[in-house]
């Protein structure tokens, strides 16, 4: 969209402040998932003008279309977003039904100014800040927060020849019933894969197909919640140069709470690597067949920036260039759930908060308290 054509978004869902409508909003947060929401909340409590828009048709879309038997590996304890706590038992796993309905009472409860249905299409510098241009107009802003994490286009890998049977990616799928009767492949050993594996083998046969597997761990060891010992001893705190951090992030996303041995003696088939598929037909990195009736691609998602209309946004795996979520390419960029944006939980629903916070610090120029990232 041209910026000669272009129309000014108008101020629906007014933004928090008072100051001229035609003025540039202080900040424009793309994005109302946990992280926008997160960083509605601090901008809220500034008093700056700021708007959040959202392409999704509702608050807390993305969890309403995830699996049916999606239940988070964080305890319900740390997975409140600033000022409020998540209901119900701390020791509770939340379905991805009760994440949806949080989000979307939180943005009600503190009546943060949100569009939904409004996708950024493009992003581009202009003078004294950004333009985004969305489906609904144009909005000009000093500062832009992409709180939009890093998982946005499906992955499928290269693999020689293809399916005749139905065959979907994760993010599509829903509950076994909506699959053909018939064995199972799924592909990716993941959480993802695996928790999708374990729906599926209760009625009927699963094979899955991976070439690595990230180290697992329970997901309340000795009694406690995984992520209370990863907290109690430091873990969260360190930041993404950190020994540990490289460790981690070489090895692979820990996967938490789903036990392969367990599914091995369920009746899920583990096979290596799909190297190619004939019709109904996989074939594996050992040369093993197997004949299935459905595919599952739990392979993972790829970030996509392309809509930012700038040089050098991103690195060569698309990932935004950044120091702490502060945009090394564009004035007035920022970006906020990026996986290890400052620590291991950057990118989860609980821990996102505190990127949020040293955000608004970064923003308008004060020392953060809290929240520090250790090497």
Known sequence: MDTTEASTLPSRGAPASGGSSDAPLD???????????????HLARRGVRYLVVDAAPDIGHSWQVRWDSLRLFTSARYDGLPGEDFPGNPDSYPGKDQVAAYLAGYAHRHAFPILTDTRVTRLVPSAGGLAAHTTQGVVYARRVVVATGAFHVPFLPAVAGSFSVPAMHSSQYRRPADLPPGPVLVVGGANSGLQIAEDLVISR????????????????????????W???????DKGPDSRLAKRMRARGDLVVGTSRKNLREGGVDFRPRLVRASGRTATFADGAEVDVDAVVWATGFRPDYSWIDAAAVTDESGMPRHVGGRSLAVPGLWFLGLPWQRTRGSALLGFVQRDAAHLDADMFGRVPTGGAVSG
């Not at 900040?27 to 909340?41: D, N, P, Y």
């Not at 990863?230 to 969260?236: A, D, H, I, K, Q």
Request: proline share 9%; net charge positive; charged share 10%.
């Open 205 to 228: 046969q699963v094979v899955l197909a991976s070439g690595t597997n990230p180290p697992a761990v329970p997901q309340r060891p000795l009694g406690r919640d995984l992520f209370w």
């Open 27 to 41: 900040v424009l947060v793309i994005g109302a998932g946990q992280a926008g929401l997160s960083m509605a909340w």
């Open 230 to 236: 990863l907290t109690r001893f430091g873990f969260m």
